[in-house]
Nanobody, 126 residues
Framework: QLQASGGGLVQAGGSLRLSCDTSGRAFGVYRMGWFRQAPGEEREFVAAIIWRTRTTNYAYYVNGRSTISSDGAKNTVYLQMNSLQPEDTAVHYC?????????????????????WGQGTLVTVSS
C-alpha cells in the first residue's frame, strides 16, 4: 500500500508538494508514477520517474509547472506543483511499477503500475 500526502486547499497560482511513502517497496520498484482524478473524470497520468536512473516523464499539460523527484534514502517520491490552477483540482495518487511493465507499456498507462493506495486531495480555488 502506498500513502500519498501533502494535498490541501490552495489559491490559484499557489504551490503544493506531494509526498509518497513507498514503505520499503523501493526495493524492486522500477518506476513510480503520479496520477490524478478529477470529479467525474477518469484517472490521468501526471508524471513518472524511473527509480534507479531518475529519468522523468510528464504529461503535456504539466508544461513545466511540476517536478517529480525521489529520495532513495527515505523511500519517498515527491511531486512539486507550482502555478496551480482550478483545473488541477483532483485526487492525486502515487503508483508503483514493480514489474517493469511500464518499460514495455510506457509510463502513461495505469495498467503498467502494480501498487497504488489512497490518494491525496488537491483543491485549487480561483
Amino acid at each position: 500500500q502506498l500513502q500519498a500526502s501533502g494535498g490541501g486547499l490552495v489559491q490559484a497560482g499557489g504551490s503544493l508538494r506531494l509526498s509518497c511513502d513507498t514503505s520499503g517497496r523501493a526495493f524492486g520498484v522500477y518506476r513510480m508514477g503520479w496520477f490524478r482524478q478529477a470529479p467525474g473524470e477518469e484517472r490521468e497520468f501526471v508524471a513518472a520517474i524511473i527509480w534507479r536512473t531518475r529519468t522523468t516523464n510528464y504529461a503535456y499539460y504539466v508544461n513545466g509547472r511540476s517536478t517529480i523527484s525521489s529520495d532513495g534514502a527515505k523511500n519517498t517520491v515527491y511531486l512539486q506543483m507550482n502555478s496551480l490552477q482550478p483545473e488541477d483540482t483532483a485526487v492525486h495518487y502515487c503508483e508503483a511499477d514493480t514489474r517493469s511493465r511500464t518499460a514495455e507499456l510506457g509510463c502513461k498507462l495505469e495498467r503498467g503500475y502494480y501498487y497504488w493506495g489512497q490518494g491525496t486531495l488537491v483543491t485549487v480555488s480561483s
